[in-house]
């Protein structure tokens, strides 16, 4: 059943176009300080220093910053902390949310409201002042404090949405023979439902890492990451810090922007084809 979903989602155009672009990223991530001419903080070269807020062209595809850094090589390198950010959040909320589901949605009971109180709690709190607050009060500073924060607060869409599918499964015959047969929880956990929510838990991965990506530039560009770090939204942080709109620096700021959008879009696309693939009707439109 997976491999002929796999082979679906690969058919699809829209999860093609996206999964293009996901993986021109990805690239873009593992070989940064392949591709990017200038280390991420080198402001100078063999012809000496590089010009302050120097305009897109000649060695600098995309200008420079105030610093003179390079936004081009800082745009590539800052790809792979962005990237991997989105992905360990995604992954980690993924996990709780597919766990506290199962368990919910099959176990019911006493077991269900403990899990379905915590799950409320989460899905009632806004989850934008919620990262704020908590981001505002981790003293350490770094990637992985962020990390913790945006899988802190993801897991909880996801969660009520698997829940709500395991509970209309249980229901199955597939399921209650097993039951009849003496399967324990987790055979048929993981061998009946688990195999059959495969997309679910697919859209629930790229949709958390795509909050994520968007939730960690949200946190940077008001000053809560680690500024020292290169990322997309250190990028726009250091673009409003130093006025670029006033300058009319459009390269400081516009790029990371874009790459954002691209990544986003990515993830939508492949959470549109997925909708296409399990969702017969909207497939033969």
């Known amino acids: 059943m997976i491999q002929d979903t796999f082979k679906l989602f690969v058919g699809n155009k829209k999860a093609l176009v996206g999964l293009t672009i996901f993986l021109i990223f990805l690239i873009i991530a593992i070989f940064a300080p392949i591709i990017a001419p200038y280390e991420i903080r080198q402001s100078s070269d063999e012809d000496g220093q590089f010009p302050m807020r120097a305009e897109p062209g000649g060695k600098h595809l995309l200008g420079t910053s105030h610093a003179g850094y390079d936004i081009f090589s800082r745009l590539i390198h800052g790809t792979r902390l962005t990237l991997m950010v989105g992905i360990i959040t995604g992954t980690i909320s993924t996990f709780v949310a597919l766990t506290v589901g199962l368990l919910s949605g099959y176990l019911g009971g006493r077991a269900d409201d403990f899990l379905s109180f915590i799950n409320n709690i989460f899905l009632v709190i806004p989850s934008l002042p919620l990262i704020i607050v908590i ?39 597939f399921v209650q023979v097993a039951e009849v047969l003496g399967e324990s929880t987790l055979v048929i956990i993981f061998r009946e439902i688990l195999p059959n929510i495969i997309s679910l838990v697919m859209v629930t991965f790229f949709t958390s890492t795509m909050a994520a990506v968007i939730g960690q530039a949200t946190l940077e560009f008001i ?53 296409e693939i399990s969702n017969p009707k909207i497939r033969k439109r």
């Open 135 to 173: 981001a505002s009060y981790i003293t350490m500073r770094g990637i992985m404090p962020i990390i913790l924060v945006l899988s802190l607060t993801g897991w909880a869409w996801g969660a009520r949405v698997i829940r709500s599918q395991v509970m209309s499964m249980r229901e199955r015959e």
């Open 223 to 275: 000053g809560l990451g680690n500024m020292a770090a290169v990322t997309w939204g250190t990028m726009l942080y250091w673009a409003q810090n130093n006025a670029a709109l006033l300058y009319g620096a459009w390269w400081w700021f516009l790029p990371p922007g874009l790459f954002i959008g691209m990544l986003g879009a990515s993830f939508a696309l492949m959470n549109f084809a997925i909708d």
